[in-house]
Protein backbone atom coordinates (compact mmCIF):
# COMPACT_ATOMS: atom_id res chain seq x y z
CA UNK A 1 0.00 0.00 0.00
CA UNK A 2 1.47 3.78 -0.73
CA UNK A 3 1.13 5.76 1.80
CA UNK A 4 1.05 9.41 1.45
CA UNK A 5 0.87 12.35 4.42
CA UNK A 6 -1.70 14.40 2.11
CA UNK A 7 -4.01 12.52 -0.74
CA UNK A 8 -6.39 14.59 -2.51
CA UNK A 9 -9.64 12.89 -3.98
CA UNK A 10 -10.75 14.66 -6.70
CA UNK A 11 -8.19 16.40 -9.23
CA UNK A 12 -9.93 20.36 -10.03
CA UNK A 13 -9.26 23.73 -9.01
CA UNK A 14 -10.27 22.75 -5.69
CA UNK A 15 -7.04 20.23 -5.64
CA UNK A 16 -4.66 22.20 -7.04
CA UNK A 17 -5.12 25.09 -4.76
CA UNK A 18 -5.29 22.70 -1.94
CA UNK A 19 -1.22 21.55 -3.27
CA UNK A 20 -0.43 25.21 -2.54
CA UNK A 21 -2.01 25.77 0.55
CA UNK A 22 -0.22 22.44 1.81
CA UNK A 23 3.39 23.60 -0.02
CA UNK A 24 2.94 27.25 2.12
CA UNK A 25 3.50 25.17 5.27
CA UNK A 26 4.70 22.09 4.61
CA UNK A 27 7.24 22.05 1.33
CA UNK A 28 8.24 18.14 1.53
CA UNK A 29 5.45 16.17 2.90
CA UNK A 30 4.22 13.44 -0.10
CA UNK A 31 1.23 14.32 -1.84
CA UNK A 32 -1.31 11.97 -3.75
CA UNK A 33 -4.10 13.32 -6.12
CA UNK A 34 -6.45 10.71 -7.70
CA UNK A 35 -8.98 12.07 -10.10
CA UNK A 36 -11.60 10.59 -12.88
CA UNK A 37 -10.43 13.10 -15.11
CA UNK A 38 -7.70 11.97 -17.58
CA UNK A 39 -6.34 15.40 -17.21
CA UNK A 40 -3.96 16.88 -14.36
CA UNK A 41 -6.32 19.86 -12.92
CA UNK A 42 -7.13 22.76 -15.06
CA UNK A 43 -9.65 25.77 -14.82
CA UNK A 44 -12.84 25.05 -15.73
CA UNK A 45 -14.20 28.62 -16.38
CA UNK A 46 -12.48 29.05 -19.88
CA UNK A 47 -14.04 26.04 -21.12
CA UNK A 48 -17.34 28.30 -21.78
CA UNK A 49 -15.82 31.67 -21.47
CA UNK A 50 -12.43 32.38 -22.49
CA UNK A 51 -11.58 30.01 -25.00
CA UNK A 52 -14.02 30.99 -27.10
CA UNK A 53 -12.94 34.65 -26.89
CA UNK A 54 -9.04 33.81 -27.86
CA UNK A 55 -7.59 32.11 -24.78
CA UNK A 56 -5.24 29.82 -25.23
CA UNK A 57 -5.73 26.17 -24.14
CA UNK A 58 -2.29 25.78 -22.40
CA UNK A 59 -3.09 29.10 -20.17
CA UNK A 60 -5.78 26.73 -18.28
CA UNK A 61 -3.15 24.59 -16.69
CA UNK A 62 -3.02 25.00 -12.90
CA UNK A 63 -0.12 23.85 -12.80
CA UNK A 64 2.65 22.89 -15.28
CA UNK A 65 4.48 20.01 -14.11
CA UNK A 66 3.31 18.01 -10.56
CA UNK A 67 7.40 16.66 -9.93
CA UNK A 68 8.47 20.28 -8.30
CA UNK A 69 5.70 19.82 -6.32
CA UNK A 70 5.95 16.52 -5.18
CA UNK A 71 3.07 15.24 -6.28
CA UNK A 72 2.31 11.77 -7.52
CA UNK A 73 -0.89 11.71 -9.98
CA UNK A 74 -3.31 9.27 -10.07
CA UNK A 75 -5.39 10.06 -13.61
CA UNK A 76 -8.44 8.60 -14.72
CA UNK A 77 -8.77 6.27 -11.14
CA UNK A 78 -11.57 5.93 -9.32
CA UNK A 79 -11.68 6.59 -5.32
CA UNK A 80 -14.31 3.73 -4.81
CA UNK A 81 -14.14 3.38 -1.19
CA UNK A 82 -12.90 5.51 1.90
CA UNK A 83 -12.32 3.56 5.62
CA UNK A 84 -11.95 7.05 7.60
CA UNK A 85 -10.88 4.38 10.62
CA UNK A 86 -8.30 2.94 8.87
CA UNK A 87 -7.01 6.13 7.14
CA UNK A 88 -7.42 4.04 3.72
CA UNK A 89 -8.73 4.85 0.41
CA UNK A 90 -9.80 1.59 -2.30
CA UNK A 91 -9.73 2.00 -5.78
CA UNK A 92 -11.26 0.91 -8.75
CA UNK A 93 -8.55 -1.19 -9.68
CA UNK A 94 -7.75 -2.45 -6.23
CA UNK A 95 -4.88 -0.03 -5.11
CA UNK A 96 -5.46 0.85 -1.97
CA UNK A 97 -3.72 4.36 -0.78
CA UNK A 98 -2.90 5.42 2.96
CA UNK A 99 -3.04 9.00 4.33
CA UNK A 100 -2.54 11.26 7.03
CA UNK A 101 -4.70 14.14 6.09
CA UNK A 102 -7.39 13.10 3.21
CA UNK A 103 -9.27 16.22 1.08
CA UNK A 104 -12.33 15.06 -0.81
CA UNK A 105 -12.69 17.49 -3.64
CA UNK A 106 -14.74 15.61 -5.91
CA UNK A 107 -16.89 18.00 -7.08
CA UNK A 108 -19.92 17.67 -8.91
CA UNK A 109 -21.69 15.32 -11.40
CA UNK A 110 -24.00 17.14 -14.53
CA UNK A 111 -27.89 16.35 -13.91
CA UNK A 112 -28.79 14.47 -17.24
CA UNK A 113 -32.29 15.18 -19.62
CA UNK A 114 -35.40 13.59 -18.06
CA UNK A 115 -35.03 9.94 -19.74
CA UNK A 116 -31.53 10.15 -20.28
CA UNK A 117 -31.76 10.75 -24.16
CA UNK A 118 -29.66 9.63 -26.70
CA UNK A 119 -27.25 11.86 -28.79
CA UNK A 120 -26.30 14.43 -25.75
CA UNK A 121 -23.51 16.27 -25.05
CA UNK A 122 -23.47 17.00 -20.70
CA UNK A 123 -20.95 19.93 -20.99
CA UNK A 124 -19.34 19.80 -17.86
CA UNK A 125 -14.95 18.95 -18.25
CA UNK A 126 -12.18 19.71 -20.59
CA UNK A 127 -12.85 16.65 -22.98
CA UNK A 128 -16.44 18.31 -23.45
CA UNK A 129 -14.64 21.27 -24.60
CA UNK A 130 -12.49 19.50 -26.96
CA UNK A 131 -15.35 17.49 -28.38
CA UNK A 132 -17.74 20.95 -28.62
CA UNK A 133 -14.32 22.55 -29.97
CA UNK A 134 -13.65 20.15 -32.80
CA UNK A 135 -17.90 20.28 -33.51
CA UNK A 136 -17.27 23.88 -34.36
CA UNK A 137 -16.65 23.46 -37.43
CA UNK A 138 -20.69 22.37 -38.29
CA UNK A 139 -23.13 25.12 -38.78
CA UNK A 140 -26.47 24.44 -35.97
CA UNK A 141 -25.77 24.14 -32.55
CA UNK A 142 -29.20 23.24 -30.06
CA UNK A 143 -28.50 23.98 -26.62
CA UNK A 144 -30.45 22.46 -23.60
CA UNK A 145 -30.57 24.86 -20.39
CA UNK A 146 -31.01 28.55 -19.30
CA UNK A 147 -29.02 28.48 -16.47
CA UNK A 148 -25.01 29.84 -16.21
CA UNK A 149 -23.34 26.92 -18.73
CA UNK A 150 -26.56 27.24 -21.22
CA UNK A 151 -26.52 30.93 -21.36
CA UNK A 152 -22.81 30.80 -21.96
CA UNK A 153 -22.44 28.53 -24.12
CA UNK A 154 -25.07 29.86 -26.38
CA UNK A 155 -23.44 33.05 -26.32
CA UNK A 156 -19.81 31.16 -26.99
CA UNK A 157 -21.32 29.05 -29.54
CA UNK A 158 -23.25 32.65 -31.47
CA UNK A 159 -19.98 34.64 -30.97
CA UNK A 160 -18.34 31.60 -33.81
CA UNK A 161 -21.43 32.99 -35.78
CA UNK A 162 -23.20 29.43 -35.72
CA UNK A 163 -26.93 28.83 -36.13
CA UNK A 164 -27.81 28.64 -31.69
CA UNK A 165 -30.85 27.41 -30.41
CA UNK A 166 -31.56 27.61 -26.73
CA UNK A 167 -34.22 24.93 -25.04
CA UNK A 168 -35.08 25.37 -21.44
CA UNK A 169 -38.21 25.36 -19.24
CA UNK A 170 -38.17 28.36 -16.90
CA UNK A 171 -39.83 31.88 -18.56
CA UNK A 172 -36.78 33.51 -19.16
CA UNK A 173 -32.25 32.86 -19.03
CA UNK A 174 -31.19 32.79 -15.38
CA UNK A 175 -34.97 32.86 -14.60
CA UNK A 176 -33.86 31.24 -11.18
CA UNK A 177 -30.86 33.41 -9.98
CA UNK A 178 -32.53 36.99 -11.57
CA UNK A 179 -35.43 38.95 -10.81
CA UNK A 180 -38.02 38.24 -13.59
CA UNK A 181 -37.96 41.78 -15.37
CA UNK A 182 -34.27 41.60 -15.69
CA UNK A 183 -34.39 37.86 -16.64
CA UNK A 184 -36.99 38.83 -19.44
CA UNK A 185 -34.15 41.49 -20.24
CA UNK A 186 -31.74 39.17 -20.78
CA UNK A 187 -33.93 36.41 -22.48
CA UNK A 188 -34.57 39.39 -25.24
CA UNK A 189 -31.13 40.84 -25.51
CA UNK A 190 -30.26 37.33 -26.26
CA UNK A 191 -32.92 37.11 -29.40
CA UNK A 192 -31.05 40.27 -30.53
CA UNK A 193 -27.80 38.82 -30.62
CA UNK A 194 -29.25 36.04 -33.23
CA UNK A 195 -29.86 33.05 -30.75
CA UNK A 196 -33.38 31.34 -31.42
CA UNK A 197 -35.05 31.29 -27.72
CA UNK A 198 -37.32 28.58 -27.16
CA UNK A 199 -38.51 29.15 -23.55
CA UNK A 200 -40.98 27.15 -21.44
CA UNK A 201 -40.12 24.16 -23.67
CA UNK A 202 -38.36 20.53 -22.73
CA UNK A 203 -37.20 18.47 -25.18
CA UNK A 204 -39.22 14.81 -25.29
CA UNK A 205 -37.30 12.85 -27.96
CA UNK A 206 -34.15 12.81 -29.77
CA UNK A 207 -33.69 11.36 -33.06
CA UNK A 208 -30.56 10.66 -35.39
CA UNK A 209 -31.11 12.58 -38.74
CA UNK A 210 -27.92 11.72 -40.80
CA UNK A 211 -24.92 12.95 -38.72
CA UNK A 212 -26.89 15.05 -36.94
CA UNK A 213 -29.66 15.02 -34.47
CA UNK A 214 -33.20 16.00 -34.91
CA UNK A 215 -34.85 16.83 -31.25
CA UNK A 216 -39.07 17.06 -30.71
CA UNK A 217 -40.24 19.35 -28.41
CA UNK A 218 -42.64 18.65 -26.06
CA UNK A 219 -45.01 21.82 -26.84
CA UNK A 220 -44.65 20.63 -30.24
CA UNK A 221 -42.46 21.64 -33.41
CA UNK A 222 -38.53 19.79 -34.12
CA UNK A 223 -35.20 21.59 -33.81
CA UNK A 224 -32.46 20.32 -36.55
CA UNK A 225 -29.04 20.26 -35.30
CA UNK A 226 -25.75 18.63 -35.76
CA UNK A 227 -24.70 18.60 -32.23
CA UNK A 228 -27.50 18.95 -29.14
CA UNK A 229 -25.21 20.29 -25.83
CA UNK A 230 -27.02 20.30 -22.51
CA UNK A 231 -25.74 22.08 -19.60
CA UNK A 232 -28.95 21.17 -17.22
CA UNK A 233 -27.79 21.55 -13.46
CA UNK A 234 -25.33 19.65 -11.18
CA UNK A 235 -25.45 17.34 -8.50
CA UNK A 236 -22.65 17.27 -6.04
CA UNK A 237 -20.47 14.11 -6.06
CA UNK A 238 -20.88 12.80 -2.18
CA UNK A 239 -21.15 8.99 -3.07
CA UNK A 240 -17.80 8.46 -1.35
CA UNK A 241 -18.51 10.51 1.43
CA UNK A 242 -22.04 9.17 2.07
CA UNK A 243 -20.83 5.68 2.10
CA UNK A 244 -17.89 6.19 4.35
CA UNK A 245 -20.65 7.72 7.06
CA UNK A 246 -19.80 11.53 6.58
CA UNK A 247 -22.29 13.84 7.06
CA UNK A 248 -24.07 15.27 4.14
CA UNK A 249 -26.38 17.59 3.13
CA UNK A 250 -27.05 18.54 -0.13
CA UNK A 251 -22.67 18.42 -0.17
CA UNK A 252 -20.49 17.45 2.39
CA UNK A 253 -20.59 18.94 5.99
CA UNK A 254 -17.51 20.68 7.00
CA UNK A 255 -16.74 23.59 9.53
CA UNK A 256 -15.15 26.96 9.07
CA UNK A 257 -11.74 25.37 8.50
CA UNK A 258 -12.79 22.39 5.72
CA UNK A 259 -13.08 19.89 8.03
CA UNK A 260 -15.83 17.10 8.04
CA UNK A 261 -17.00 15.11 10.04
CA UNK A 262 -14.51 12.37 10.24
CA UNK A 263 -11.06 12.96 11.64
CA UNK A 264 -8.39 13.84 9.41
CA UNK A 265 -10.21 14.26 6.35
CA UNK A 266 -11.22 17.68 4.72
CA UNK A 267 -13.78 18.67 1.63
CA UNK A 268 -13.78 21.56 -0.18
CA UNK A 269 -15.10 23.37 -3.77
CA UNK A 270 -18.47 22.42 -5.18
CA UNK A 271 -18.79 19.32 -3.42
CA UNK A 272 -18.50 21.15 0.38
CA UNK A 273 -20.90 22.65 2.36
CA UNK A 274 -20.19 25.48 4.58
CA UNK A 275 -21.42 27.82 7.29
CA UNK A 276 -22.23 31.48 6.48
CA UNK A 277 -22.66 32.73 9.76
CA UNK A 278 -23.10 36.13 8.54
CA UNK A 279 -26.18 35.03 6.66
CA UNK A 280 -27.58 32.52 8.78
CA UNK A 281 -27.33 29.55 6.81
CA UNK A 282 -24.81 26.85 5.16
CA UNK A 283 -23.73 26.96 2.08
CA UNK A 284 -22.61 25.02 -1.23
CA UNK A 285 -21.30 27.06 -4.06
CA UNK A 286 -20.53 25.81 -7.51
CA UNK A 287 -17.78 28.35 -8.96
CA UNK A 288 -14.39 29.40 -9.45
CA UNK A 289 -13.33 31.59 -6.00
CA UNK A 290 -14.75 29.14 -3.58
CA UNK A 291 -12.95 26.24 -5.12
CA UNK A 292 -9.79 28.19 -5.01
CA UNK A 293 -10.26 30.18 -2.01
CA UNK A 294 -11.77 27.07 -0.20
CA UNK A 295 -9.20 24.52 -1.47
CA UNK A 296 -6.33 26.69 -0.49
CA UNK A 297 -7.74 26.97 3.24
CA UNK A 298 -7.93 23.16 3.36
CA UNK A 299 -4.84 22.40 2.07
CA UNK A 300 -3.21 24.80 4.87
CA UNK A 301 -5.04 23.32 7.51
CA UNK A 302 -4.44 20.13 6.68
CA UNK A 303 -0.64 21.46 7.14
CA UNK A 304 -1.41 22.36 10.57
CA UNK A 305 -2.51 25.97 9.94
CA UNK A 306 -5.72 25.94 11.85
CA UNK A 307 -7.33 29.09 9.83
CA UNK A 308 -10.97 29.57 9.11
CA UNK A 309 -12.58 30.79 6.40
CA UNK A 310 -13.55 34.95 5.95
CA UNK A 311 -14.78 36.63 3.07
CA UNK A 312 -17.74 34.41 1.02
CA UNK A 313 -16.57 33.52 -1.98
CA UNK A 314 -17.83 35.41 -5.14
CA UNK A 315 -18.99 34.16 -8.87
CA UNK A 316 -19.12 35.96 -12.30
CA UNK A 317 -20.25 35.17 -15.43
CA UNK A 318 -20.18 36.61 -19.43
CA UNK A 319 -23.08 37.04 -21.40
CA UNK A 320 -22.19 38.50 -24.93
CA UNK A 321 -21.30 42.07 -23.92
CA UNK A 322 -23.60 41.76 -20.69
CA UNK A 323 -21.43 40.46 -17.32
CA UNK A 324 -22.10 40.42 -13.90
CA UNK A 325 -20.05 39.92 -10.53
CA UNK A 326 -22.32 38.63 -7.25
CA UNK A 327 -22.06 37.61 -3.74
CA UNK A 328 -24.35 35.51 -1.20
CA UNK A 329 -27.15 33.88 -1.86
CA UNK A 330 -29.46 35.16 -5.68
CA UNK A 331 -32.72 33.72 -5.55
CA UNK A 332 -35.00 35.38 -7.79
CA UNK A 333 -37.74 33.95 -4.71
CA UNK A 334 -36.01 36.35 -2.80
CA UNK A 335 -37.03 40.33 -2.22
CA UNK A 336 -34.85 41.92 -4.90
CA UNK A 337 -34.01 45.75 -4.99
CA UNK A 338 -32.69 46.79 -7.96
CA UNK A 339 -30.41 50.44 -8.39
CA UNK A 340 -30.41 50.63 -11.92
CA UNK A 341 -27.94 53.52 -13.92
CA UNK A 342 -29.37 52.46 -17.04
CA UNK A 343 -32.02 49.82 -16.75
CA UNK A 344 -30.81 46.51 -17.56
CA UNK A 345 -28.01 47.35 -18.35
CA UNK A 346 -26.21 48.92 -15.46
CA UNK A 347 -26.96 48.90 -12.15
CA UNK A 348 -26.48 46.71 -8.71
CA UNK A 349 -29.02 44.12 -7.39
CA UNK A 350 -30.04 43.59 -3.47
CA UNK A 351 -31.22 40.18 -2.54
CA UNK A 352 -33.25 40.26 0.96
CA UNK A 353 -34.56 37.57 3.07
CA UNK A 354 -36.42 39.16 5.45
CA UNK A 355 -35.00 42.76 4.90
CA UNK A 356 -31.64 41.50 5.51
CA UNK A 357 -29.37 41.73 2.96
CA UNK A 358 -27.89 38.09 1.90
CA UNK A 359 -26.72 38.83 -1.75
CA UNK A 360 -25.61 41.56 -4.16
CA UNK A 361 -25.16 41.94 -7.64
CA UNK A 362 -23.38 43.72 -9.65
CA UNK A 363 -24.80 44.47 -13.51
CA UNK A 364 -22.26 45.16 -15.78
CA UNK A 365 -20.45 47.27 -11.94
CA UNK A 366 -17.14 46.01 -11.73
CA UNK A 367 -14.54 46.61 -9.26
CA UNK A 368 -16.97 46.74 -6.25
CA UNK A 369 -16.98 43.40 -4.66
CA UNK A 370 -15.42 44.64 -1.07
CA UNK A 371 -18.12 46.76 -0.58
CA UNK A 372 -20.88 44.00 -1.79
CA UNK A 373 -18.94 41.96 0.52
CA UNK A 374 -19.34 44.26 3.33
CA UNK A 375 -22.99 44.86 3.05
CA UNK A 376 -23.76 41.02 3.43
CA UNK A 377 -26.04 40.48 6.74
CA UNK A 378 -26.43 44.01 7.03
CA UNK A 379 -30.51 44.99 8.06
CA UNK A 380 -33.43 44.63 8.15
CA UNK A 381 -34.59 47.35 5.89
CA UNK A 382 -38.23 47.80 6.08
CA UNK A 383 -37.75 50.38 2.93
CA UNK A 384 -34.93 48.68 0.69
CA UNK A 385 -34.47 51.68 -0.95
CA UNK A 386 -32.54 53.58 1.27
CA UNK A 387 -29.65 50.87 -0.01
CA UNK A 388 -29.86 53.23 -3.45
CA UNK A 389 -25.97 54.50 -3.98
CA UNK A 390 -24.64 52.31 -1.23
CA UNK A 391 -22.53 50.98 -4.08
CA UNK A 392 -21.56 53.26 -6.83
CA UNK A 393 -23.04 52.21 -10.53
CA UNK A 394 -20.65 54.14 -12.25
Not at 201 to 225: C, D, F, M, V, Y
Not at 317 to 337: H, I, K, P, Y
Request: aromatic share 8%; net charge negative.
Amino acid sequence: MQEYRYLLVGGGMAAAAAIDGIRRHDPEGSIGLVTLDRHPPYSRPPLSKGLWKGKRLETIWRYADPRPLGVTEYLAAEAAALQPTEHVVELADGRTLGYRKLLIATGVAPRRLPGDLDGVLYFRDLDDYLQLFRAARKERFLVVGGGFIGAELAAALRGQNKEVHLVFPEDGILARLLPQDLSRAVTEYYRTQGVEVHARETIAAIEAKGEGRRSILAGGGAIEADLVVAGVGVRPRTELAEAAGLQVDDGIVVDAKGRTSAADVYAAGDVARFPAPVLHRSLRVEHENNAVDRGRLAGENMAGADREAEDLPFFYSDLFDLGFEAVGVLDSRLEVFADWAEPYRRGVLYYLDEGRVVGVLDWNVWDALPKAQALLGEGPFPDPTVLRGRIATT
